[in-house]
């Protein structure tokens, strides 16, 4: 592959970190500042057992925002991604069943969340841009070499300490 290539895909894997990084950040940001709204949204889906409503609905946008700060400092992308993705994964699932029992949810995942009268859930639109965010996932576990990111700048620090080993070997 030729260098300007390289170039162009590192900063496509830049933009999808980024945005990746924005989606789990709002989201989360959001979640944590209105923990109430978050447990009706996570009851809402009706599939955690009671007792585990309370964790999931606190631990969420906690995960959220631990993300969101891995993908914009760009430390640990690949894994960040790959959580993200599976995230997401449980997200779509959910999303998914309660379409499939009939339920009549906003996802709350922006915030609100929970009942909303027949006709106003807008399934197909969550299940898409959820689809999307783990497209911006996937290409990060695939290529997570991006610009300006924390994996760039201790990989190249392990190179040059890698040279400068081979380079005392060699005298």
């Not at 933009?15 to 500042?33: E, H, N």
């Not at 889906?45 to 925002?65: K, T």
């Not at 399934?123 to 300006?148: C, H, K, M, N």
């Amino acid at each position: 592959m030729i260098r300007g290539s390289n170039a162009v895909l590192d900063v496509i894997g830049t933009l999808a970190r980024l945005g990746l990084a924005a989606v789990w950040l709002i989201s989360g940001s959001i979640k944590i500042m209105d923990p109430g709204q978050t447990f009706l949204a996570v009851r809402a889906y009706d599939v955690l057992p009671d007792g585990m409503v309370h964790p999931v609905a606190l631990a969420l946008p906690l995960l959220e925002l631990v993300l969101g700060v891995f993908l914009l400092a760009g430390l640990g992308t690949r894994i960040a991604a790959v959580l993200s993705g599976i995230v997401l994964l449980l997200l779509i699932a959910a999303i998914t069943q309660s379409w499939a029992r009939g339920l009549t949810i906003d996802c709350g995942c922006f915030g609100g969340g929970g009942q909303v009268a027949a006709g106003q859930t807008r399934y197909p639109q969550e299940i898409a841009r959820d689809v999307g965010f783990l497209v911006l996932a996937s290409w990060l576990v695939v290529r997570p070499r991006t610009r300006v990111a924390f994996d760039g700048w201790l990989r190249s620090g392990r190179v040059e300490q890698v040279e400068d080993e081979k380079e005392l070997e060699r005298t």
